[in-house]
């Protein structure tokens, strides 16, 4: 039997002597990309040094952030006039070839479709690829905003969108105000700003009240300085990928009577509280993700249910204010369940914690096969 197969095309030899010199402009500034990545990695990497405090030196880190956010927007802009220099190409120089579709299929299952630049740069590709390869669902927003004299800060950018979210509730019906539901973040160090809470305590936290996808673009670069602090309802959802949240002045992240929490590769490091608190919700999960260096506990859960699944799962060195009551694992009171998924074990992610304080369970520490808590 015959295969489907679908039609895309590529250029020949015969394509001009601007398209060649627009891929070999593109190849230089990708390594140029590239090259300022691996510095940003390298001026950033001392955040991880653990018994030793060294300072980071945060003016060549900005530096790197910002130019790192013009190659990008560089690139991005090459890509398209190479992309339309190309189908601007005479049909008569074009070869046609044909593509099984399970092909196509073995290829997509090797990208990283979840990165909105990846994806709009293989739908920009051709028409095929356009369309079996539809945008997210809803609305999204990107920062660095592209109004940025406008929301310079991302606080600025997440108070506006609290703000929309608000008059949804209050004034308008929701069909009136278009919320954006996927918040993408490229990668840079989002310094938020401190400040002091109404019990006279500092904070620099990032208020989130509304339901969203927050998505980094690389969880080494993709760095928020500060920790969330989640509102909302507890019916709602909160989605956090591929970002590092750091030196926070409390908690990395707050979910306090708020919305459930689902983390998904997130590294929480070097907060001077709690790494992650949870407190009645029931449907909080973390998957591959890394807690340490915690002031107080790792994962505190009061009242509340986190699941954990995923083989990069790491909680470890956390307690350094060394708190006789403080645990890489913490199911505080009775009505608490931290449900670990087999092969995964709570000795075997929650490990090296100050006094080997590596879990407690006044609730329910319990691992099993399946993610709904049964065997």
């Known amino acids: 039997m015959k295969k489907d197969t679908v039609n895309t095309t590529h250029s020949t030899p015969a394509c001009n002597d601007h398209v060649a010199s627009l891929r070999l402009s593109l190849s230089n500034l990708t390594l140029q990309l590239l090259s ?15 018994t030793k405090k060294v300072d980071i030196d945060w003016s060549l880190v900005n530096k790197l952030s910002a130019k ?4 990008v927007e560089m690139k991005a802009e090459m890509e398209m006039t190479l992309h339309i220099c190309l189908y601007n190409t005479p049909l008569t120089s074009l070869v046609h ?42 609305l999204w927003t990107t920062f660095p905003h592209p109004n940025y004299q406008k929301y310079p800060t991302l606080e600025k950018l997440m108070n506006r969108l609290n703000e929309l979210h608000s008059l949804t509730l209050l004034v308008l019906p929701a069909s009136a105000v278009e919320l954006p539901t996927y918040l993408f973040l490229r990668n840079g160090v989002y310094k938020i700003k401190v400040y002091k809470n109404e019990k006279n305590k500092e904070c620099n936290y ?15 670069n993709c760095i928020i300085m500060g920790g969330l602090n989640l509102h909302g309802q507890k019916t709602e959802d909160i989605f956090i990928e591929c970002v590092t949240i750091c030196n926070s002045k409390y908690c990395g992240i707050l979910g306090w009577n708020g919305m459930n929490c689902k983390m998904t590769n997130v590294k929480i490091n070097s907060c001077e509280g709690n790494g992650v608190v949870v407190r009645n919700t029931k449907r909080n999960s973390m998957i591959n993700c890394e807690i340490c260096n915690s002031g107080f506990s790792g994962l505190y859960v009061h009242g509340a249910k986190m699941t954990i699944s ?17 645990y890489g694992l913490d199911a505080f009171t009775w009505s608490s369940v931290i449900h670990v998924i087999f092969p995964l074990s709570k000795e075997s992610i929650s490990t090296n914690n100050n006094e080997d304080r590596n879990y407690k369970a006044n609730g329910i520490i319990v691992t099993t096969k399946c993610t709904d808590g049964k065997n």
């Not at 990208?111 to 079996?132: A, E, G, H, M, T």
Request: glycine fraction near 4%.
């Open 36 to 50: 300022t990545e691996k510095l940003f990695a390298s001026a950033t990497k001392t955040t991880k040094i653990k």
């Open 68 to 71: 790192m956010m013009i190659l």
């Open 97 to 138: 070839v044909r593509i099984p579709l399970d092909v196509l299929q073995v290829i997509f299952s090797f990208l990283r479709l979840k990165k909105r630049r990846v994806l709009c740069n293989i739908r920009w590709c051709c028409k095929l690829f356009s369309d079996q390869l539809p945008l997210p669902s809803g």
């Open 206 to 220: 990032l208020d989130v009240n509304l339901p969203l996808t927050i998505i980094g673009e690389s969880r080494d």
């Open 310 to 326: 995923g083989p990069k799962t790491k909680i470890h060195s956390n307690g350094t204010k060394d708190r006789k009551y403080d």
